[in-house]
C-alpha cells in the first residue's frame, strides 16, 4: 500500500529553527509537495521537489532523498504565524496526490 | 490569481436528504478534484474530473457521486446524507499542463449530518 508519515505535532520556540520530516512508501514518484494549512483554512502551496536535494524559498527550505524516500521542511527564524499544520504530499505514478495526515506546528513565545 | 470558491462554509443536514456542494473556479484550469478532510487522516480523494463531463473514482467514492457540466464548476452529491459524511470537504484545481501541478484549494465546506 501507499504510505506517508509526519509527526502529528511538534512544538518550537519563536525565532527557532524546526525542521519537520517526512517518509513516504508510494507506487512511482513524480514529486513532493509541502502546503501549510492555518487552522479551519485551506491548504497553500509552500514548495515542490522533485529532484533529490535542498529546495530555498525565503525561511522555508524543503529538502529530498528519493533513494530514501524522505523529505523535511525546514523552517528558520520561526514567527507566530507560521503556528498551523503541515502537509506532505507524494504524486504517484499515476499522478495522483498521496497525502500525509499533517503535522501541527506550535509555536511557543 | 487563482480563485476558488465553494458554495457554503458551514453547512448541517439530516439523516438521509440530498446535499449539494459546489466548487466554481476562475482560472480554466482543466482538473479538479473534490477531498475530504478528517482529524487525524490525510486528505481522502473522493472524486476527480480532468475534462467536462469526465469523473474519476478517487479513493473512497462510496456515498457520492459528482457532476461537472461546465469546465469551471465540479459539484459533488451526498446522495442520502449519513453521520459518518460529517467532515470538512475541499474543492482543489490545477492547470494539468506543465511540470508542476500545484493544486490550489478552495476555503473549505464543514458539513454536519445529524
Known amino acids: 500500500g501507499q504510505n506517508i508519515d509526519q509527526p502529528t505535532e511538534m512544538t518550537a520556540t519563536e525565532g527557532a529553527i524546526v525542521q519537520i520530516n517526512c517518509t513516504y512508501q508510494t507506487s512511482g514518484f513524480n514529486g513532493l509537495f509541502w502546503y501549510q494549512q492555518h487552522a479551519g483554512e485551506a491548504p497553500t502551496f509552500l514548495s515542490y521537489n522533485v529532484l533529490d536535494g535542498l529546495e530555498e524559498k525565503g525561511r522555508f527550505s524543503s529538502f529530498l532523498s528519493r533513494s530514501k524516500g524522505y523529505s523535511y521542511l525546514l523552517l528558520k527564524e520561526l514567527q507566530m504565524k507560521d503556528s498551523a499544520s503541515y502537509l506532505c504530499a507524494v504524486m504517484d505514478s499515476n499522478y495522483q496526490l498521496i497525502w500525509g495526515a499533517g503535522t501541527k506546528l506550535i509555536i511557543k513565545p | 490569481d487563482v480563485k476558488v470558491t465553494q458554495s457554503s462554509r458551514y453547512l448541517v443536514k439530516r439523516t438521509g436528504e440530498k446535499v449539494f456542494l459546489e466548487c466554481v473556479q476562475d482560472m480554466d484550469h482543466e482538473n479538479m478534484f473534490w477531498y475530504r478532510q478528517d482529524p487525524g487522516l490525510g486528505l481522502r480523494l473522493i472524486y476527480f474530473s480532468y475534462d467536462v463531463k469526465m469523473k474519476e473514482k478517487g479513493d473512497i467514492p462510496e456515498g457520492y457521486s459528482v457532476s461537472r457540466e461546465k469546465k469551471e464548476r465540479f459539484s459533488l452529491i451526498l446522495e442520502s446524507a449519513s453521520t459518518n459524511q460529517t467532515s470538512m470537504y475541499l474543492c482543489?484545481?490545477?492547470?494539468?499542463?506543465?511540470?508542476?501541478?500545484?493544486?490550489?484549494f478552495g476555503p473549505g465546506t464543514r458539513l454536519t449530518v445529524l
Open positions: 482543489a484545481t490545477d492547470p494539468g499542463q506543465g511540470d508542476l501541478n500545484e493544486q490550489f
